[in-house]
């Protein structure tokens, strides 16, 4: 049997700090359930951010995908504690990083052949047209095929249409809307490379002068 030591240190530790923040039963419950489907995951495994993500893509197979974008977030409240940063534990807590309600934008009832089919009919704004281009024309810059810059600019709308439930422009919004669009994905690659994505993006997004410096390199099809 793993050794699991570290993992439920760091459950207890977490549970405690939630309970703390006035999560009642119900909501630590939650928590702790998703948790133990991750924690046998985790078990002596090298506390390595990709392998992190991975655990977490798999833990979240069989949950029902409404509840993906709050469990996202009890994954990544976790982290901090499974590999115990107690700086950042400490800087989140004393700026409100850990809630007990946190904000979510809905996960869409359709399906990801449905939505992808009405991207074409969808009107987006000016705000949202410049992001966009500024981000296929990175992209084309950069030597991607034709395909590959079509392929990413759809992945781009089906995360915008997230961000208008958003209020603020920063990096907490901009997570609230990836976990309320990686449920329409069922399969692996797709998210992965909707993640990669997203994560090249928000700097376009944001409006970073910079933000064909966070492209990555040799871009997969």
């Known amino acids: ?24 039963e119900a909501n630590l419950d939650q928590r702790k359930a998703f948790l133990l489907r ?8 090298p506390q390595d951010g990709e392998l992190y993500r991975s655990s977490v893509d798999e833990a979240l197979q069989g949950c029902e995908k409404s509840t993906w974008p709050f469990l996202m977030n009890v994954a990544l409240e976790y982290q901090r ?3 115990n940063d107690i700086k950042a534990i400490a800087a ?4 409100g990083g850990y809630e007990v309600s946190p904000m979510m934008a809905t996960v869409p009832t359709e399906d990801l052949k449905t939505i992808w089919k009405s ?19 990175a992209l084309r810059q950069e030597g991607a095929e034709q395909e590959v810059v079509e392929t990413r600019s759809r992945l781009v709308k089906l995360l915008l249409l997230r961000l208008r ?17 990686i449920p329409l994905f069922d399969m692996k690659e797709t998210r992965d490379m909707f993640l990669l994505v997203v994560r090249e993006f928000y700097y376009f997004w944001m409006g970073d002068p910079d933000a ?10």
């Not at 049997?1 to 009642?24: H, I, P, Q, W």
């Not at 991750?38 to 495994?45: D, K, S």
């Not at 064909?212 to 099809?221: F, G, I, R, T």
């Open 119 to 137: 991207l074409d009919k969808e009107q987006f704004s000016i705000t949202e047209k410049w992001s966009l281009k500024a981000y296929a024309s």
């Open 165 to 181: 439930e958003v209020e603020c422009k920063d990096g907490a919004h901009y997570r609230v809307a990836v976990h309320a669009t």
């Open 38 to 45: 991750l924690i046998p995951l985790l078990a002596e495994q």
């Open 81 to 83: 504690f499974w590999v």
């Open 92 to 95: 989140l807590h004393a700026g």
């Open 212 to 221: 064909a410096e966070h492209l990555v390199p040799k871009m997969p099809n």
């Open 1 to 24: 049997m793993a050794n699991t030591d570290r993992e439920f240190v760091a459950l207890n530790a977490y549970l405690n700090l939630m309970s703390k923040k006035g999560a009642d």
